[in-house]
C-alpha cells in the first residue's frame, strides 16, 4: 500500500491519491488525512479545493433557482457582462477560501502567497469560446489583452474595457474605463472599471471573517432589523423638516455625483437574471441574498408571506468580485474617478454607442438599460447639452478635427468644469470650510497634485454609509415650477414615479419644469426623518401596496453585507473622536433624544450602524452640514479623488491638463450658468445655485433696480452676464495679462505668450485694430473683437505641448487662428449647392464650385469629404479667381509652383495638402473659384456618380493692399507659372445661376503674414497592383481593397506614414510631436517581427496547400494589426483619409 501510495504521489495529482486511499477504521470512526499533512504542493493542494468549490457553486445555483427563481420587481444596479463574469469567479474563489478554512484553518491560506489564484482557477476553467465580436471604441487606445500577451489562439482581448500591459503617460486624455490613470504599472488599474473598493478601515468585518453577512451583536446575540432600525430612528414627523438655507438641487447634484463614481452590481443568477431575494429563506439558499426580516409590529409591510412564513424585504448582495483567497470583495462598475461616467460610460462599448461618431457629438440616452428616475432627467438633459454645444463650437473652430478628437477635447473639458463645480460649490456645503482646509480641499490653482501612492477607489465606508446622507434630504415629490417661482402641473410623486417617465410627458409642464422646481423649492434638513416615499414605496410597482424598499434600511443592511465596521469601531480613526463604552458617552456628539433612540433600538453602543451614527451625530462645523465622522469619510474620499488622479482638473501631472486661460474661464463659468443657459425658460437663477430663497415680493428680478443696499444672492441672467462668465472654449477680449502664483511668467488670457503670437503684423504689433478682427462663434451669435480660440497652447507651455502632438496632425498651424470657411452641399448662395457636387463617368466638362469671398483670403489649404462607401483616387482642384470682366480668373491666378501643369492635387484618400500662399486674393470684387478639373478617377466605381460632402477651405483674412503687395515682389518668379495656369484652367463662362446672387457673410480683415507649413507627405508606395499612375503625384499604390488583406504591408505603410510625420515634426521643432511618433514606431517594430514571424508560416502553408491553415494565421496577422492599431492610438495619429488611403477605413476611420 505504501509503495502504491508513493507511485500514485510521483506519477498523479494529490487528489487522485485521495481517490485511491482507503479511510482506515480506527475507535469506530472513519478519518481522512487532511491535504497538509501530504507531501503535497500549494497548487495541488488549491486545484483540488477549487474543484471541489466549482461543483459546490453549480449546485447552490441549481437550487437556487429552483427555489427562489427570478425577481420581478423593478430593480437597479443592474449588472453587465463583465460583471456577471467576475461574480462567477469570485463565487468560486469564495467558496474555494470556505473549504481550505473549514478543513484546515485560517493559517494554510498563507501557504498560496505568490501563487496565481486567478490563473488557476482559469487553467481548471479552461478557455472561453471564441468571439469574433470586434471590440468598439471610444475611449483612449488600444490593449493587447489584460495580460498584455498576443496568441495566435487569442490575438485579442475581447472585452469592452481596455486594459493595456503598458501604459503611454505623454496620451493627454483620460481612458473611459480608468485605466492607466495612474502612472504606476503595479498599480495602473486603481479606480478603473471593475476595479474592488477600498477600505477606511483597511478591513472588512464578517461574521465568519470572509463572506457572511454581519447579523452578530457585541453580546452573541442578534443584531436588530434594519427595518426595525428604520422604524424606531429614521421614521417620518409629523411636520416635515426642510432645510433653511438650501434647495433641493443640493440633495440631486449629491445623487448626481454618486451615479457618476459608485455603481456596485447585484449579484445575478446562472443565466443572468436578477435573483429574488425577497423570501427571508433566500440567505440560507444561497450567499447572495440578504433580506431584511420585517418586524412583527410593522405598520406598512406584511409581517406573513403568502405562506405563511415570516415576510422580509428583499435585498441582492452586492457581486463578489474578489480575485484572490480571503475576505469577499465587492466592485465598481463605474470608474472611481470624477469622471462623468454617468455621461460618456465606464467602458469603451458604452461609451461608442452613446455617441453620434460624427463632430463628438452625444446622443441622449437611457442608464444601463432602465429609465432614469424622473429628477435626475433634467442633470442628464442639461450635461448632454452642454458637451454638444461645446463640441459645435470646437469643431467650427477646429474643422480639421476628427471626430474622436473633437470627442475628447469637449470631454476633457467638461469634466474639468464638472470637478470645478464640484470642489468649489457643492463640497463645501457638505464638511465644511474646516474640512475643505484640513483635506487641502479648496482651490488653489494649477500644480502637481497627483500622487502616485493613494488609491483614488471608494471607500466601502464612503460609498454605504457617509454619501448616502442625502438620502435624508431627499422630499417625497417633485414640484414643477417656473421661472417666476409659479407652480405648474401637478407634483409628481416620488413614490408612484420612480421608474415611471409619464410625468415627463404632461402637457401642463415640461422636465425643465422640474429644474426649475428643484432650485426653487427646499430640501428637507440633513437628519433622522426620512420621507414616507423613501422608507415605503422605493422601487415600488404602481398599484401594489408593499412592493417597495425601505431605502435606509437598505443602506444600513447594504453596509452591513459589504462587512463595514460598525459606529464605534469607526470612531476611533476620526481626529477628536475616540471609542466610547456607553450610550450616555456620545452625549457631545449627539443630542439626547437621539442617544434615547439609540437606547431603544441597539443593546449595545458598539452595535451602532456606521449609517445611524452618521446621520445622528451633530455637525461641529456651522459651515458643514454632517458631524465630524461622515465629513472626515467624505473628505477622505474626495481628497483621494483629487490626489490619486493624474487628470484632475488643478494637476499638471498630465499632459492633457488645462491651460491657465482654460482654468481661468472655467473658474468663472459656475454651476448656474450651466444650468440656466440649457435650461428653456430659466430667465433667472441665484449666483449660489444651491441657495434656497423663498419667494417674496422683494425678489430681485432681471433687469430691475434692486431693492437692497446688498442682496444676497444676486439674482442675475446668467446668458447676458458677458465676460465675467464667458465659456473656456473661447478667448478673452484681447491679450490682457494674468499673473498665476504657480508659474514664474504671466500668460495672456487668451492662451499666447509673447513668442506664440505670430498672426500680429510686423507693422501693427504696438496698435492693433480690434474692429477688424475677425468673428468668432459661441454659440449664439457672432462675438466680434475676440481672438479665435486655441486649445493647443504654445510649445512653451507644458501643459498644451503635449496635445501639439502627432495626434493632431490636421492642426500643425495652431498658432495661427486660421479661419474655416465651409463649402456644403446645402448652401444656397453657392454655385452647385442643394445638392452633392456630382462627376459623372465619361464626362467632358468640369464642375465650378464659387466661394464668395468678396474680401482678402490667403487660403492655406483645401479639405474635401467625399461620400464615405466611395474611395476615389484622386480629385484634382484648380483655384482661380475673378475679377471684373474675367470671372474664371483667366488674369488673375496666384499659386504656389504645385504640379507641372499648375493644378493643384488635393487626395481623398491620403491628404496631400497644399500650404500657405496657395492664392492672393487682392481686390473686394473677387471671388474665389474651386473647379472640379476632371471626373473623379478610381481603380474600380461600381457606382456611376461619385459625389463631394462638403468642401473646407482654410485661410485668414489680409488687409487691404497686403495681398497686392505680396503678389508684386513675386511677379517675377509668377510670370512664367501664371501662363501655365492660364492655358490650363477651364475656358467656360458660368451660366447664370451660377453667379453667386447671395455673398457668405464677409470676413474680417486681420493682421495675418504668409506662413508656409512642411506639407505632409502622402504614404509610401506599396506593392504596387497597377502600372497605371493615380493622380497623385507619388506613382502606383495600393488599393484598400488589397490592402484589406494583406495586414503587414497595411502596418508598413502606417509605420513609413509616422516616419515621415516624424521627419516633418523634428524640421518644426515640435519635440512633443516627434516624441509621440517615434514611439509609434517602436511600437510598430515590435509587432512587425512578430507578424514576419507568422507571414513565412502562411507561406509554409501555402506551399503545402494548406489553405485552411494560412487563412487562420492571416486572420491572426489582421487581429495582431489591428492591436497594434489600438496600442499607438492609430485613429489620433492619423487623419481620416489617410487610414483610408492604407485600406483600414471600415476599422479606424469610421469616426
Given at each position: ?8 504521489y510521483?506519477?498523479?495529482?494529490a ?24 507531501a503535497?504542493?500549494p ?72 501563487i496565481?489564484i ?19 471604441y ?5 490593449s ?28 493627454p ?5 480608468g485605466?492607466?490613470n ?60 426642510f ?67 415570516p ?12 480575485t ?10 463605474n ?62 473652430l ?60 471608494i ?16 422630499r417625497?415629490?417633485i ?58 414605496e ?38 477628536g ?36 451614527g ?12 454632517l ?34 486661460a ?8 459656475p ?27 422683494n ?26 462668465a464667458?465659456?473656456p472654449?473661447?478667448?478673452?477680449e ?9 508659474t ?31 468673428p ?43 479661419t ?12 452647385g449647392g ?8 465619361g ?7 464659387v ?33 471684373a ?7 488673375g ?22 500650404e ?11 471671388y ?55 492655358s ?5 463662362q458660368?451660366s ?47 488599393t ?25 515634426a523634428?524640421e ?51 487581429d ?10 492609430v485613429?489620433?495619429l ?18
Amino acid at each position: 500500500g505504501l509503495f502504491k501510495l508513493i507511485r500514485l504521489y510521483k506519477n498523479e495529482r494529490a487528489e487522485d491519491v485521495v481517490q485511491h486511499y482507503v479511510p482506515c477504521s480506527y475507535a469506530n470512526t472513519s478519518a481522512i488525512i487532511p491535504f497538509s499533512l501530504w507531501a503535497a504542493t500549494p497548487t495541488d493542494i488549491l486545484t483540488a479545493a477549487m474543484k471541489k468549490a466549482i461543483s459546490n457553486i453549480d449546485l447552490i445555483n441549481m437550487v437556487a433557482e429552483d427555489t427562489i427563481g427570478e425577481d420581478q420587481n423593478p430593480h437597479t444596479q443592474k449588472a453587465t457582462a463583465d460583471s456577471i463574469d467576475a461574480q462567477k469567479l469570485g463565487d468560486i474563489i469564495q467558496e474555494t477560501t470556505h473549504i481550505l478554512i473549514t478543513e484546515n484553518g485560517a493559517d494554510i491560506l498563507n501557504k498560496f502567497d505568490g501563487i496565481d489564484i486567478m490563473g488557476v482557477l482559469n487553467q481548471l476553467l479552461g478557455p472561453k469560446p471564441s468571439s469574433r465580436k470586434k471590440r468598439q471604441y471610444g475611449g483612449s487606445g488600444g490593449s493587447t489583452g489584460s495580460n498584455g500577451t498576443i496568441t495566435s489562439s487569442n490575438p485579442l482581448d475581447v472585452s469592452c474595457i481596455d486594459r493595456p500591459a503598458t501604459c503611454d503617460k505623454s496620451f493627454p486624455y483620460r481612458s473611459i474605463s480608468g485605466w492607466c490613470n495612474h502612472d504606476d504599472t503595479a498599480n495602473r488599474g486603481w479606480g478603473s472599471t471593475m476595479n474592488p473598493i477600498r477600505r477606511f478601515m483597511g478591513a472588512a468585518k464578517y461574521d465568519d471573517g470572509f463572506n457572511s453577512v454581519r447579523r452578530k451583536a457585541a453580546n452573541g446575540g442578534l443584531l436588530p432589523s434594519t427595518r426595525a432600525v428604520s422604524n424606531n430612528i429614521f421614521a417620518e414627523a409629523s411636520i416635515p423638516s426642510f432645510d433653511p438655507k438650501y434647495n433641493h438641487l443640493l440633495q440631486q447634484y449629491g445623487q448626481w455625483v454618486a451615479h457618476d463614481i459608485i455603481f456596485t452590481p447585484s449579484s445575478v443568477g446562472t443565466n443572468g437574471a436578477a435573483l429574488d431575494c425577497s423570501q427571508c429563506e433566500s440567505a440560507d439558499l444561497t450567499s447572495n441574498c440578504a433580506p431584511i426580516p420585517v418586524p412583527s409590529d410593522d405598520a406598512f409591510f406584511p409581517t406573513k408571506a403568502a405562506n405563511g412564513k415570516p415576510a422580509c424585504i428583499r435585498l441582492t448582495r452586492a457581486i463578489n468580485g474578489q480575485t484572490g483567497l480571503g475576505p469577499r470583495a465587492q466592485i465598481n462598475q463605474n470608474s472611481h474617478f470624477l469622471d462623468l461616467s454617468q455621461v460618456y460610460g465606464s467602458t469603451d462599448c458604452v461609451a461608442k454607442e452613446l455617441r453620434t461618431l460624427k463632430d463628438g457629438q452625444m446622443i441622449m440616452y437611457t442608464a444601463n438599460g432602465y429609465l432614469l428616475p424622473p429628477r435626475l432627467i433634467p442633470m442628464h438633459t442639461i450635461y448632454l447639452r452642454q458637451h454638444n454645444k461645446w463640441a459645435s463650437q470646437i469643431r467650427q473652430l477646429r474643422p480639421t478635427w476628427s471626430d474622436n478628437l473633437v470627442y475628447h477635447e469637449t470631454r476633457r473639458l467638461m469634466i474639468a468644469m464638472y470637478q470645478q463645480h464640484i470642489y468649489t460649490e457643492y463640497l463645501p456645503k457638505i464638511i465644511g470650510q474646516r474640512k475643505m482646509a484640513e483635506f487641502d480641499l479648496n482651490p488653489s490653482g494649477l500644480k502637481n497634485t497627483y500622487d502616485s501612492r493613494v488609491n483614488p477607489s471608494i471607500s466601502a465606508e464612503f460609498g454605504t454609509a457617509a454619501f448616502r446622507f442625502g438620502h435624508s434630504q431627499a422630499r417625497k415629490d417633485i414640484p414643477r415650477m417656473t421661472n417666476n417661482n409659479v407652480s405648474v402641473g401637478a407634483y409628481v410623486d416620488l413614490g408612484a414615479n420612480i421608474f415611471y417617465s409619464d410625468p415627463l410627458y404632461d402637457k401642463t409642464a415640461t422636465v425643465f419644469n422640474m429644474a426649475q422646481g428643484m432650485v426653487n423649492s427646499p430640501a428637507m434638513a440633513v437628519d433622522r426623518q426620512f420621507s414616507f416615499p423613501i422608507r415605503h414605496e422605493l422601487f415600488a410597482t404602481r398599484g401594489k401596496k408593499a412592493s417597495g424598499v425601505d431605502l435606509p434600511a437598505v443602506n444600513v443592511q447594504r453596509a452591513r453585507e459589504m462587512g463595514v465596521q460598525a459606529y464605534n469601531e469607526v470612531r476611533t480613526k476620526i481626529p477628536g473622536l475616540a471609542r466610547v463604552t456607553s450610550f450616555d458617552a456620545l452625549k457631545n456628539d449627539m443630542d439626547q433624544a437621539n442617544i434615547d433612540l439609540l437606547k431603544k433600538t441597539y443593546a449595545s453602543v458598539d452595535d451602532i450602524d456606521l449609517y445611524v451614527g452618521i446621520l445622528l451625530e451633530r455637525p461641529t462645523d456651522p459651515t458643514a452640514l454632517l458631524g465630524p465622522t461622515g465629513s472626515t469619510i467624505i473628505a477622505d474620499q474626495f481628497s483621494a479623488f483629487k490626489k490619486g488622479d493624474r487628470f484632475f482638473y488643478e494637476s499638471t501631472a498630465s499632459s492633457g491638463g488645462l491651460t491657465q486661460a482654460e482654468y481661468e474661464a472655467l473658474r468663472n463659468y459656475p454651476l448656474a450658468q450651466l444650468i440656466c443657459e440649457n435650461t428653456d425658460g430659466m430667465e433667472q437663477v441665484q449666483d449660489d445655485i444651491f441657495q434656497h430663497k423663498p419667494s417674496t415680493p422683494n425678489r430681485v428680478m432681471v433687469g430691475s433696480p434692486s431693492p437692497h443696499p446688498a442682496p444676497s444672492p444676486t439674482i442675475r441672467k446668467v446668458h447676458e452676464a458677458g465676460d465675467k462668465a464667458a465659456s473656456p472654449v473661447r478667448r478673452a477680449e484681447s491679450p490682457k495679462r494674468v499673473s498665476s502664483a504657480n508659474t514664474t511668467s504671466t500668460q495672456p488670457v487668451d492662451g499666447f505668450n509673447n513668442n506664440h503670437r505670430r498672426y500680429d503684423h510686423p507693422d501693427e504689433r504696438q496698435e492693433r485694430e480690434p474692429q477688424q478682427q475677425q468673428p468668432v462663434y459661441d454659440g449664439r451669435e457672432f462675438q466680434h473683437n475676440k481672438l479665435p480660440p486655441n486649445h493647443m497652447s504654445n510649445r512653451n507651455n507644458r501643459a498644451g505641448s503635449a496635445r501639439k502632438s502627432a495626434y493632431k496632425d490636421e492642426i500643425a498651424l495652431e498658432e495661427i487662428p486660421w479661419t474655416p470657411i465651409v463649402v456644403s452641399n446645402e448652401d444656397p448662395n453657392v454655385f452647385g449647392g442643394g445638392r452633392g457636387w456630382m462627376s459623372q463617368p465619361g464626362a467632358h466638362f468640369p464642375i465650378d464650385v464659387v466661394i464668395g469671398l468678396k474680401q482678402l483670403a490667403n487660403i492655406y489649404k483645401v479639405v474635401v469629404d467625399v461620400h464615405n462607401d466611395i474611395y476615389p483616387t484622386s480629385i484634382d482642384i484648380s483655384i482661380g479667381r475673378g475679377i471684373a470682366g474675367d470671372h474664371m480668373g483667366y488674369d488673375g491666378a496666384r499659386r504656389a509652383n504645385y504640379g507641372a501643369k499648375g493644378e493643384m492635387h488635393f487626395k481623398t484618400r491620403d491628404r496631400a495638402r497644399m500650404e500657405s500662399r496657395t492664392f492672393f486674393a487682392d481686390h473686394v470684387g473677387n471671388y474665389v473659384w474651386l473647379v472640379l478639373q476632371r471626373p473623379y478617377r478610381t481603380k474600380e466605381n461600381p457606382h456611376e456618380q461619385v459625389g463631394i460632402d462638403r468642401i473646407v477651405v482654410l485661410g485668414y483674412p489680409m488687409r487691404e493692399g497686403e495681398g497686392e503687395m505680396m503678389n508684386s515682389r513675386r511677379e517675377e518668379r509668377t510670370r512664367a507659372s501664371s501662363e501655365v495656369i492660364k492655358s490650363n484652367l477651364v475656358r467656360r463662362q458660368p451660366s447664370a445661376k451660377s453667379k453667386p446672387t447671395a455673398e457668405v457673410a464677409p470676413m474680417k480683415a486681420s493682421t495675418a503674414p504668409q506662413r508656409r507649413q512642411t506639407a505632409v507627405l502622402p504614404p509610401p508606395r506599396e506593392r504596387p497592383v497597377s502600372s497605371k499612375k493615380d493622380g497623385m503625384g507619388d506613382g502606383m499604390r495600393m488599393t484598400g481593397e488589397n490592402l484589406a488583406t494583406d495586414p503587414l504591408s497595411t502596418l508598413r505603410m502606417v509605420k513609413r506614414v509616422l516616419v515621415r510625420k516624424m521627419e516633418s515634426a523634428q524640421e518644426r521643432g515640435f519635440d512633443v510631436e516627434a516624441n509621440t511618433c517615434r514611439r509609434a514606431i517602436q511600437r510598430l517594430d515590435e509587432y512587425e517581427a512578430r507578424m514576419e514571424d507568422l507571414d513565412e508560416r502562411r507561406s509554409d502553408a501555402l506551399i503545402h496547400n494548406d489553405h485552411n491553415e494560412a487563412r487562420r494565421i492571416e486572420n491572426t496577422m489582421a487581429d495582431c494589426r489591428d492591436t497594434c492599431f489600438r496600442s499607438i492610438h492609430v485613429d489620433l495619429l492619423l487623419s481620416k483619409s489617410e487610414l483610408r488611403s492604407i485600406g483600414v477605413a471600415s476599422a479606424w476611420a469610421s469616426d
